[in-house]
C-alpha cells in the first residue's frame, strides 16, 4: 500500500499521525495524554481522531515490523494470565524468547487442552518450525499441546524457570489499567499485538549496551518504525 493510499482523506499529514500512533503504542498513555503532548507541539487534534488513528493503522504498522522481524530465539517462555472483559473470565496466553522478545500475545475464552494447541500452533507459524526448547508452570492443557505438536522439544517445567514469561506480563497489565480494563477481545487482541510489536522494535537492552551503540540501535529502530508507518 502507498503512503498516498494508506493516508487517503485524513487531512492532518502523515508525520503527525505515525507520531500519535507511536506515542500511544510505546509508552503508557492514554489518547487523551497523547493529544495533550501534540498540543503543546502546536497541532490541535482530537482524543477521539487520535484513537481512531491507532485504531486504523496501529495493525498495519504492527504488521509490517512483523514482516521485517529478524527472527525469534530458540526457547519460548509461556504463560497465560486471567484477564476480565465485560465482567467475563478470558486468558492472555503470551510467550517471549530468552531475549525479551514477546513472539505472541493471544487471548482465549479458555485454557484447556483446545486452547493450548491453538496457540501452539500459532507459534510455531511465527517461528517458521519447532522451538529447542519450552518453558511454562505445570498447567496440564501445555503438556497436552507439546505432546501431540512438539514432542521432540525440552520442555521445562521446574519452579521458578518460568520467570521470564510471567514478567513479561506486567507492560501490558499497566496497560489494561491505565486504559480501565479492556473493552471486548477484538479490541484487546487488536492493541496487544501492535504493542508487541513496537515493543519489540524498541526492545534494546538498554542496560546490556554502551550509551554510543544504544543510541545507534535507537536510530535503526526509529527508521524502521517510520519506514513501516510509509513515511
Not at 498447567?139 to 499441546?145: D, F, G, K, M, T
Amino acid at each position: 500500500m502507498t503512503q498516498s493510499k494508506m493516508y487517503k482523506r485524513h487531512r492532518f499529514p502523515p508525520e503527525i499521525i505515525q507520531y500519535a500512533v507511536w506515542l500511544y503504542h510505546r509508552f503508557n498513555l492514554s489518547h487523551r495524554d497523547v493529544e495533550d503532548l501534540m498540543a503543546e507541539r502546536g497541532i490541535t487534534v482530537s482524543y477521539e481522531a487520535i484513537r481512531l488513528w491507532c485504531n486504523k493503522f496501529g495493525p498495519q504498522f504492527a504488521r509490517r515490523l512483523k514482516r521485517k522481524h529478524q527472527g525469534y530465539g530458540d526457547t519460548f517462555f509461556i504463560d497465560e494470565v486471567f484477564v476480565k472483559i465485560h465482567g467475563g473470565q478470558h486468558y492472555l496466553w503470551r510467550a517471549v524468547d530468552q531475549d525479551g522478545e514477546v513472539v505472541d500475545v493471544f487471548l482465549q475464552k479458555r485454557r484447556d487442552g483446545k486452547a493450548a494447541k491453538r496457540f501452539f500452533k500459532r507459534l510455531l507459524r511465527k517461528h517458521r518450525g519447532e522451538p529447542r526448547k519450552i518453558v511454562t508452570d505445570k498447567l496440564r492443557s501445555y503438556n497436552v499441546a507439546h505432546r501431540e505438536l512438539i514432542p521432540e522439544t525440552i520442555h521445562d517445567t521446574t519452579q521458578y524457570a518460568n520467570n521470564r514469561a510471567e514478567l513479561s506480563h506486567e507492560p501490558t497489565r499497566v496497560r489494561e489499567r491505565g486504559m480501565r480494563k479492556f473493552k471486548s477481545m477484538r479490541q484487546a487482541q487488536r492493541f496487544l499485538s501492535a504493542h508487541a510489536a513496537v515493543y519489540n522494535l524498541f526492545n534494546l537492552g538498554r542496560h546490556l549496551v554502551s550509551a554510543e551503540n544504544y543510541r545507534f540501535f535507537r536510530r535503526r529502530a526509529f527508521a524502521t518504525w517510520e519506514k513501516a508507518a510509509g513515511i
